[in-house]
């Protein structure tokens, strides 16, 4: 039995915000659901509007008082296209105004070891979806994350919702660098290898978070949230069609959502982060502190990363 529950030991988050990227389905929306439920109004960031107030009316359904809570917002957010991502940030920034905050951004939405491709921007589908795009949509909100941090009731969380398979980045012929465009758009022959180089990215990303944010009331984590039953692994079928057999094996011994969402609200409300001052830090199921990969742990390849990421979007996007 994990030893934090959720309906025992999330508290309240009356006059919290929250952003879910990802939020309309799956895990993200059984984060959604219960962040909800504890009074925080909620952005349920994804890209398709009718899909997004499909599952709003869903929890509605389930949850008739949802209707007198905080509320729920859709937020546009498609990560693919980092223009979106810079625009999505700049319509948080405008709804929430001078007096607005934001105090918890979870960076849950992704795909996994989908066909190689680019996306409109000229990255590697992947990583964009994964990181590039979580990246440019989370670095304009920091401000407003930081203000936030300043109200002594607060204690700001930033969660990227990586994966285990981050260690699938171990495998890359020559290694892993984060210091080209051309080095993140290498096709390899697994796709889960580019799925490793996009989730370790989120661990790298969460990790100089943290340290940039080290003066800050502000807790920067990453994590794996468990093997769950989602949508995730179409692009598991789409790169290899022969493993449908064998995936519908695997999803019989997965987990539920709500199992999975506890990892990642641990992170993102228990006050034991701020208490044991727990940044930069690296969790599993359910919700225990372990150590990532010796790749995510590798500082010089966080600021690599920091660094052309911070390059793409500059060339990539306006103001």
């Known amino acids: 039995m994990p030893s934090w529950d959720i309906n025992r030991d999330m ?67 498609d990560l693919c296209d980092l223009q979106s991502c810079r625009n999505a940030a700049r319509e948080v920034l405008e709804k929430e105004g001078e007096s607005g905050r934001l105090d918890i951004l979870i960076n849950n939405a992704g795909v996994m070891a989908t066909p190689y491709e680019l996306t409109k921007d000229g990255v590697e589908n992947q990583f964009q979806a994964n990181f590039l795009g979580h990246f440019a949509f989370t670095v304009p909100l920091l401000p407003l994350l930081i203000k936030t941090s300043k109200d002594p009731e607060s204690s700001v969380r930033l969660v990227q919702v990586s994966s285990m398979g981050h260690n699938f980045a171990s495998r890359a012929s020559g290694g892993i660098k984060f210091d080209t465009l051309d ?31 080290k003066d800050e009331r502000i807790f920067s984590s990453a994590l794996h949230p468990g093997n769950i039953r989602t949508e995730l692994n179409r692009g598991t079928l789409e790169s290899y069609p022969w493993a449908r057999p064998i995936i519908a094996m695997i999803e019989w011994g997965l987990i539920a959502p709500y199992k999975g969402a506890i990892t990642p609200l641990y992170a993102a409300t228990s006050p034991e982060i701020e208490s044991s001052n727990l940044r930069g830090e690296y969790f599993v ?8 990969s010796k790749l995510a742990q590798d500082d010089k390849l966080a600021d690599d990363l920091w660094t052309l990421a911070e390059k793409l979007v500059a060339e990539k996007t306006t103001a």
């Open 285 to 292: 199921p359910y919700a225990k502190k372990t150590a990532p």
């Open 183 to 213: 080095s993140v758009n290498r096709k390899y022959s697994n796709a889960y290898v580019r799925y490793g180089q996009s989730k370790l990215a989120n661990v790298l990303f969460a990790k100089a978070l943290a340290k940039r944010l």
């Open 11 to 77: 508290p309240d988050l009356t006059g919290k915000v929250a952003i879910v990227t990802g939020g309309n389905t799956g895990l993200g929306l059984e984060i959604v659901r219960h962040l909800a439920l504890h009074n925080a109004k909620v952005y349920m960031a994804s890209r398709t509007e009718s899909r997004a107030l499909a599952a709003i009316s869903k929890l509605h359904s389930d949850h008739p008082e949802l209707k007198q809570k905080a509320g729920i917002v859709w937020l546009k957010l």
